[in-house]
């Protein structure tokens, strides 16, 4: 079966009455893309914002009457927006077999010495290796990204082995798995979507995870006991906005992973952190950072005191 697409440029303040009126015209999906490379790294909490320059496209079956479309979608875009309206291309996407042309982009993927990621219908590379399986695209992170390929290298890189772990935002839970396929004990994995916490729950039981080894949670019912790694690969602004919650989950000597942050907001988050935590120099990969460190122990002077406080007071 063939499809129509149409597309149109339009400004952020079209969007909404353009999706409505493609939406009242018949159409079965409707995306939004960036026109002109203009990223949007971190928004506001509880806003969507699109980019100065966007391109709208609606998937239309391919026997729908097009004059019909932009009839309806003109008068209902006109009854909500008083700018000129932006108008479309049609186009006609011809039929092809979409689930094989997306399998065949996704491969196993290294990361360090010893860790794959290996989508299910791949064999896996080295049966040696520690292979994680998990099919990208399913849900919510399969380590292609920077921030996320960043944590699993430090996850193939340093010893784990017996250590409890919280995954602070854990998305599909790749990275709390992945500490437990290197030998780590126990994960928490926190998050404030449920979706995410079902998603890690199934990954879990796909690596033949040990039902009692993971537990998932949203925040509001995390349990408190500090573990010896605690990894973070969310955003700066949060990062920042939790840092007293990480710290007190962490061990003292016990390592933080924080990722999601872009190069130029790393060091006035590693300064942020650095009363509680010895900041290890950023480790960077295409414009985004992993910061860690180390928590001091109870007492511990801070790197700008030079002399130990007194225990009394």
């Known amino acids: 079966m063939s499809w129509i697409q149409a597309k149109a440029s339009i400004r952020p303040d079209q969007?909404?009455?353009?999706?409505?009126?493609?939406?009242?015209?018949?159409?079965?999906?409707?995306?939004?893309?960036d026109a002109k490379d203009q990223p949007v790294f971190e928004p506001e909490r509880g806003t969507t914002p699109l980019w100065e320059q966007t391109i709208l496209t609606a998937l239309f079956p391919a026997d729908q009457n097009?004059?019909?479309?932009?009839?309806?979608?003109?008068?209902?875009?006109?009854?909500?927006?008083?700018?000129?309206?932006?108008?479309?291309?049609?186009?006609?996407?011809?039929?092809?077999?979409?689930?094989?042309?997306w399998i065949e982009n996704f491969k196993p993927i290294q990361f360090g010495k010893r860790l794959w990621i290996c989508p299910s219908w791949c064999d896996v590379p080295s049966p040696d290796a520690v292979n994680l399986i998990l099919d990208p695209g399913l849900a919510f992170g399969t380590g292609t990204h920077p921030t996320t390929s960043l944590c699993l290298k430090w996850l193939d890189q340093n010893d784990v082995q017996g250590k409890s772990v919280i995954d602070f935002g854990c998305g599909s839970g790749i990275l709390g798995i992945a500490a437990l396929l290197l030998g780590a004990a126990s994960v928490v994995a926190v998050d404030n979507d449920p979706q995410a916490l079902l998603a890690?729950?199934?990954n879990a039981l796909r690596n033949q995870i040990e039902n009692n080894a993971l537990k998932t949670f949203l925040p509001e019912d995390a349990p408190q006991h500090a573990a010896d790694v605690v990894i973070a690969n969310?955003?700066?602004?949060?990062?920042?906005?939790?840092?007293?919650?990480?710290?007190?989950?962490?061990?003292?000597?016990?390592?933080?992973?924080?990722?999601?942050i872009l190069e130029n907001q790393a060091a006035a988050l590693a300064?942020?952190?650095?009363?509680?935590?010895?900041?290890?120099?950023?480790?960077?990969?295409?414009?985004?950072?992993?910061?860690?460190?180390?928590?001091?122990?109870?007492?511990c002077p801070s790197e700008d005191s030079g002399k130990l406080k007194d225990a009394a007071t």
């Open 15 to 33: 969007a909404e009455p353009m999706e409505e009126g493609l939406t009242a015209a018949g159409a079965i999906a409707i995306t939004l893309e």
């Open 66 to 101: 097009m004059l019909q479309v932009e009839t309806i979608t003109k008068r209902v875009f006109q009854s909500l927006s008083s700018t000129t309206f932006p108008g479309y291309r049609v186009e006609i996407l011809e039929n092809q077999d979409w689930t094989r042309k």
């Open 200 to 202: 890690t729950t199934d």
């Open 234 to 260: 969310i955003l700066a602004q949060p990062l920042h906005q939790l840092k007293e919650a990480i710290a007190a989950l962490t061990k003292p000597g016990g390592h933080i992973v924080l990722s999601g």
């Open 271 to 299: 300064n942020h952190y650095r009363d509680q935590f010895s900041m290890n120099p950023p480790d960077l990969e295409d414009g985004w950072v992993r910061l860690t460190g180390i928590k001091k122990a109870i007492n």
